[in-house]
């Protein structure tokens, strides 16, 4: 199995740029969550799909931020328009069934810098 | 308050030696515990899941005191291999929510 898969690695970005970051959960998990992890407040939800649903998105910073699944092998989280403190390491996970204590598989993340 | 507080170190070890961490949690709804450990600069990893009575997995052992709502996590016989940042993470099933802490950075020497 090839795990999770997000792109790109790296983005460098300017303010006020859109910004597209890109996973592939594994294969067979119905759970798919965003996170952006800084290193003042650490790993920080942004939202859930479950089955391609967007159940929890409370943890989305703003308007700015939009995240879609349009199918359960693709999900995208979408930054418009980007701004410095956004920088951060965004991460993917996803999981077969994560409330009945399943794992959570991360992704390698993406590192966001905007300039 | 923080929902999940870790002290964020480091703790600086010789190899072999035995460390400890803790994690406290405000909200005493929460169910489900574990500890996750990530590597410099790469994502976050299960650990081992923390069960009520505790459980050991190897050389470490994983504690819950629902009481004063924390959790422990014991390292025994340190190896290098061990230098990581260890995440407790906390599930509420009330409001559906895991969440994580910052983070103990745990640094082992030779």
């Known amino acids: 199995d090839a795990g999770v898969i997000q792109s790109p690695r790296h983005e460098v970005t300017e303010m006020g740029q859109e910004v597209t970051l890109r996973c592939k959960p594994i294969s067979g998990h119905d759970y798919l969550f965003w996170y952006r992890q800084t290193m003042m407040r650490g790993l920080e939800l942004l939202i859930y799909?479950?089955?391609?649903?967007?159940?929890?998105d409370s943890g989305m910073p703003e308007d700015r931020f939009s995240a879609k699944m349009p199918n359960a092998s693709f999900s995208t989280l979408k930054i418009q328009p980007s701004e410095p403190r956004d920088s951060a390491v965004y991460f993917c996970?996803?999981?077969?069934?994560?409330?009945?204590?399943?794992?959570?598989?991360f992704g390698p993340g993406t590192r966001l810098l905007v300039l | 308050r923080k929902e999940v507080e870790q002290d964020p170190g480091p703790f600086n070890v010789p190899e072999g030696a035995t460390v400890a961490f803790n994690c406290t949690y405000s909200?005493?709804?929460?169910?489900?515990f574990f500890w996750y450990r990530q590597d410099c600069r790469k994502e976050p990893k299960l650990l081992m899941s923390v069960y009520s009575s505790g459980n050991e997995d190897g050389r470490f052992t994983a504690q819950l005191n629902r009481a004063s709502q924390y959790i422990s996590l014991l390292i025994r016989d340190s190896k290098l291999s061990d230098s990581a940042t260890y995440l407790c993470v906390v599930y509420t099933g009330t409001a559906s929510k895991l969440t994580f802490g910052t983070g103990t950075r745990l640094q082992v020497t030779l």
């Open positions: 799909f479950n089955n391609n649903v967007p159940i929890d």
């Open positions: 996970a996803s999981s077969l069934n994560w409330k009945t204590k399943e794992t959570q598989y």
């Open positions: 909200n005493s709804a929460s169910q489900s």
